[in-house]
């Protein structure tokens, strides 16, 4: 299994619609979680944390499940700018690096 | 603008040739990486150092060498280049600790 899964997408979606992404991930001691963005042909950008309680930026909220072991991230009123990959990511412990999943890709249409 | 700065943005080699790739930070990070990232593949760890003077290998190691020269450089090398290594390549650094990572805008290496 690998340690984060993502689903690859494309999620085609029309202005205005929610989308939601969701991520597993097999370590069950991983300590902290996160997403990413990626716009074509550029580099990875935090996008925001995720907590166990959930939290929330603007149309985007994320939240944590470890029973489950997955992260989900919701986008409400989707923009056209919301076009991207959405990258999951953890920390398995402490400072060990991060480990990428493949990353969801999404597009937003007029 | 402070950041990651990636030398150079593209690349041709030939097989068996050898390069640099340069990666210098000016946050005053501890930590940096280098991750290759593949057409379905996603970003796989290459090396990474955790603090100035120290190296560990990633995911996939094998065909390439690294060196921390100092706190703002971290240099990663292909000693004799293979088509299986045509790849973008980050480097990306964090302070110590998990979560924030900042990128370079990659460099784009293809291997002929």
């Known amino acids: 299994r690998k340690e984060v899964e993502q689903d690859p997408g494309p999620f085609n979606v029309p202005e205005g619609a929610t989308v939601a992404f969701n991520c597993t991930y097999s370590?069950?001691?991983?300590?902290?979680f996160f997403w990413y963005r990626q716009d074509c042909r550029k580099e990875p950008k935090l996008l925001m944390s995720?907590?166990?309680s959930g939290n929330e930026d603007g149309r985007f909220t994320a939240q944590l499940n470890r029973a489950s072991q997955y992260i989900s991230l919701l986008i409400r009123d989707s923009k056209l700018s919301d076009s991207a990959t959405y990258l999951c990511v953890v920390n398995p412990a402490g400072n060990t690096p991060l480990v990428f999943g493949k990353g969801t890709r999404l597009s937003v249409i007029a | 603008n402070a950041g990651v700065t990636q030398t150079p943005k593209f690349q041709v080699l030939k097989t068996g040739q050898s390069m640099t790739l340069q990666c210098a930070q000016d946050?005053?990070?501890?930590?940096m990486y280098w991750y290759r990232q593949d057409p379905g593949m996603g970003l796989r760890l290459i090396y990474y150092?955790?603090?100035?003077?120290?190296?560990d290998k990633g995911e996939v190691p094998n065909g390439y060498n690294v060196s921390r020269l100092n706190k703002r450089e971290f240099s990663l090398r292909l000693e004799s280049a293979a088509p299986s290594q045509t790849s973008v390549y980050f480097c990306?650094?964090?302070?110590?600790?998990?979560?924030?990572?900042?990128f370079g805008s990659g460099t784009r290496l293809t291997v002929v």
């Open positions: 370590n069950s001691a991983s300590q902290s």
């Open positions: 990306a650094s964090s302070e110590s600790g998990p979560g924030r990572y900042t």
């Open positions: 995720v907590y166990s």
């Open positions: 946050m005053n990070h501890n930590s």
């Open positions: 150092s955790a603090s100035e003077g120290t190296t």
